[in-house]
């Protein structure tokens, strides 16, 4: 099985939580899912960093993210609706690039943002 690199981009799709619509949670593609399944077994911590600040995602959605590619925090949500990135059409949901970095024990994502704008 091929390693995820150290650090490189990732993009995760704004899903919702529930049948209702009103939480919402950030999903791992079945590719990079199947890529970090292995290492994530060992982490203890995951880190969201959206506009400068830091959701951590807490240990008891560890095992949604480590079987299922999830990531699950009400601060997520509530940033994904002040944002209105859950306003999509049926189908095409919002998908945002995100700098994935491993290091011993812990996973962080961070909103990737383009340095020429």
């Known amino acids: 099985m091929n390693r995820p690199s150290h650090r490189r981009n990732i993009v995760l799709t704004v899903e919702p939580l529930n049948n209702q619509n009103s939480d919402y949670r950030f999903g791992l593609m079945s590719e990079d899912l199947d890529q970090l399944k292995e290492i994530s077994k060992t982490i203890k911590s995951i880190e969201v960093v959206l506009d400068n600040k830091t959701k951590l995602v ?60």
């Open 58 to 117: 807490t240990s008891q959605a560890l095992t949604v993210y480590r079987n299922y590619g999830k990531l699950v925090n009400p601060l997520i949500s509530e940033w994904i609706i002040s944002n209105k990135y859950n306003e999509t059409e049926r189908g095409k949901p919002t998908k945002l690039i995100f700098v994935f970095k491993a290091t011993e024990g812990k996973h962080t994502y961070k909103l990737y943002k383009n340095k020429g704008k």
